[in-house]
């Protein structure tokens, strides 16, 4: 989890411009393949290269809730999941803002990364990678 000072609507919008991601991910681009406005059935692939080593991460959501307000100004979180599709790479990725307590909103990212011909026993190995990776994008895109 993190907080940042900014509104739950301000970051769901930083979060959910996905090419935004690249720039806290090294080596990566990111392109969307389907038009906005972003919703269910959105597909974005991440391209990470190094040279003529490369391999797609394809991403698409199946969950889209943005936060709202109730009509007594209230502030309800937001969830959006992403399936990840590609050939080289499985799991999902789930993001969730809400209000704070304090003031501002607070995210959870969580998910699983599967590397296809990765075995089994070696799958764990991805989570602290994939939180290091969360983390970084997060920082980067809600700072302040």
Same mark, same amino acid.
């Given at each position: 989890m993190r907080? +940042?000072?900014c509104s739950p609507e301000a970051a769901w919008q930083r979060l959910t411009r996905?090419?935004?991601h690249? +720039?806290?991910?090294p080596l990566t681009t990111i392109t969307v393949t389907t038009p906005p406005p972003t919703g269910p059935g959105t597909t974005f692939v991440a391209r990470t290269a190094l040279g003529p080593l490369a391999?797609?991460?394809v991403m698409r959501v199946v969950r889209w809730e943005p936060p709202a307000r109730s009509g007594s100004g209230a502030a309800a979180s937001g969830r959006c999941r992403l399936e990840k599709r590609g050939r080289a790479v499985r799991g999902w990725s789930e993001i969730e803002v809400g209000p704070h307590a304090a003031g501002g909103c607070r995210i959870v990212w969580r998910g699983e990364i599967h590397p296809r011909?990765?075995?089994a026993a070696l799958q764990p190995l991805t989570a602290r990678p994939a939180g290091l990776l969360y983390a970084r994008i997060l920082r980067g895109l809600v700072a302040g």
């Open positions: 907080t +940042a000072r996905w090419e935004a690249a +720039a806290h991910v391999f797609d991460d011909g990765l075995p």
